[in-house]
C-alpha cells in the first residue's frame, strides 16, 4: 500500500494556525465528498469523517488541523501580531513570514516584541494587513528529498493528510471496516477544539480512539526512520493500557515504544474524560520549527509514514481492544493456573529467626 504523495502535498501546502484551520477544513470536507465519504462539522468547527461497510466495531482516529502561528490583532503595513502556540519568541523576532489575508498571501517580516504586551510583536508587511488576518513562518509547505518530507507544518497536519489517504483506501479495497475520523481544531494553545468535541459528545466514549500526533523525537529519544512510535503518554499522563496492547498487537514490523513527554497531546485530555485512548506519532524533527540555530522547517520519514498508514489499516480490519487485552492477559492466568498449587501459605512455626 502506497502513500498518496501528491495528497500528502496538497495538505501540506495548505495554510493554517489556531483557529485559522478554514483552508484544511474545507480541503478535508471535499475530498471526503470527492471519494463518496460522509464528513459533518459540530457547532466548534470540529470535523468527523465516517467510512461504514459491513458490519464491524466502530474504532476512531483523530487529528489536529492546526499549527502554531501567530494571528493580526492591528492592522495597517505595520501590523502587530500575536503568537499562537508553543513557537519560542527569540526564533521569531526578526523572522520572515507570511501573512494569509482573505486567502491573499502577502509577504513580510517581525521586527520586535511588543513592550510589556505577551507575545506581541510589531511587523512589517508588503501590503495593507487586515486585522483578523493569520500568518507562519516563510517556510515549504512541502519538499520531499531522499526518505525526508520537509514542511512548515507537520504537526499536525501530515497527520490530516494520512487519515485522507487512510480513508480513501478503505473505500477503494471496500473494506469491512466501520472508522471514525475526527479533525479538530486550535490544539496548539490548548486543545481548545477536542474539549468542545467532549462536551458536545460529537465522538462517544464507548468508540477506542487513536490520537496521531507529531512528537519531538529529540525529546522523546527516538529515532526518525525507525518506525512510527506507540505512544504509551506525555508530560501530563499515560494513556489507556487495553488500547496500548492492542496497537502493539496490530504494529508494522518496524515500530517504536516510548513514553514521549516532551509535550502533551490530545489524548490526555480524553484519558481525563473518560474515552479508551491511544496514541500514535510520527517521530519529528525540529518540532515546532525548532532549529538548531533558528527557526526551520519540521520534517518526518517517509519511511514512518508508510509504516503508520499500514498500522492505521490493520487497526481498521482488527477493531478489537478487548480481544487483544484478553489474549495478553489470558496468557498470564494460564501461567497462574500452572503455579498456583505452589503457592500455599508457609509456616513460620517451623523457622527460628534471630531478628536484631
Not at 514542511?151 to 489517504?165: E, G, H, Q, R, T
Amino acid at each position: 500500500m502506497r502513500p498518496d504523495i501528491r495528497l500528502l502535498k496538497n495538505v501540506l501546502n495548505l495554510p493554517t494556525a489556531p483557529f485559522h484551520e478554514a483552508f484544511v477544513s474545507h480541503f478535508v470536507q471535499a475530498f471526503c465528498k470527492k471519494i463518496g465519504v460522509r464528513c459533518q462539522q459540530d457547532s466548534f468547527g470540529n470535523l468527523k469523517a465516517v467510512y461504514k461497510r459491513g458490519f464491524a466495531p466502530p474504532v476512531a482516529f483523530t487529528a489536529h488541523m492546526d499549527h502554531p502561528g501567530f494571528e493580526v490583532v492591528r492592522g495597517g503595513k505595520n501590523p502587530v501580531v500575536q503568537l499562537l502556540g508553543g513557537v519560542p519568541e527569540h526564533y521569531f523576532a526578526k523572522a520572515r513570514v507570511v501573512f494569509c489575508d482573505h486567502g491573499k498571501s502577502i509577504k513580510g517580516r517581525i521586527l520586535k516584541k511588543v513592550p510589556k504586551n505577551h507575545r506581541q510583536f510589531f511587523a512589517a508587511a508588503q501590503e495593507e494587513i487586515h486585522k483578523g488576518a493569520f500568518g507562519f513562518f516563510d517556510l515549504p509547505g512541502f519538499r520531499l528529498k531522499g526518505d525526508r518530507i520537509k514542511s512548515k507544518a507537520i504537526d499536525n497536519v501530515a497527520s490530516v493528510a494520512i487519515l485522507l489517504n487512510l480513508l480513501k483506501e478503505l473505500r477503494g479495497q471496500k473494506t469491512r471496516a466501520h472508522v471514525i475520523c475526527i479533525f479538530t481544531r486550535a490544539e496548539e494553545v490548548g486543545f481548545v477544539g477536542a474539549s468542545g468535541l467532549v462536551k458536545n459528545r460529537f465522538l462517544s466514549p464507548k468508540v477506542p480512539t487513536v490520537v496521531l500526533e507529531a512528537s519531538s523525537a529529540k525529546a522523546g529519544k527516538v529515532e526518525i526512520g525507525k518506525g512510527p512510535v506507540l505512544r504509551v503518554g506525555d508530560r501530563f499522563s499515560s494513556f489507556s493500557p487495553e488500547i496500548d496492547l492492542w496497537l502493539k498487537k496490530n504494529a508494522p514490523k518496524q515500530f517504536q515504544r516510548a513514553l514521549l513527554q516532551g509535550g502533551r497531546c490530545e489524548a490526555s485530555l480524553y484519558v481525563e474524560k473518560g474515552y479508551r485512548v491511544g496514541c500514535l506519532a510520527f517521530p519529528l524533527g525540529n518540532y515546532h520549527n525548532n532549529g538548531p540555530k533558528n527557526y526551520n522547517y519540521e520534517f518526518i520519514s517517509l519511511k514512518d509514514y508508510k509504516n503508520m498508514l499500514e498500522w492505521l489499516m490493520r487497526l481498521a480490519k482488527n477493531p478489537s481492544p478487548k480481544a487483544a487485552a484478553k489474549k495478553e492477559y489470558s496468557a498470564i492466568d494460564k501461567i497462574f493456573k500452572k503455579y498456583k498449587k505452589r503457592l500455599k501459605p508457609s509456616r513460620t512455626s517451623k523457622f527460628k529467626l534471630q531478628i536484631s
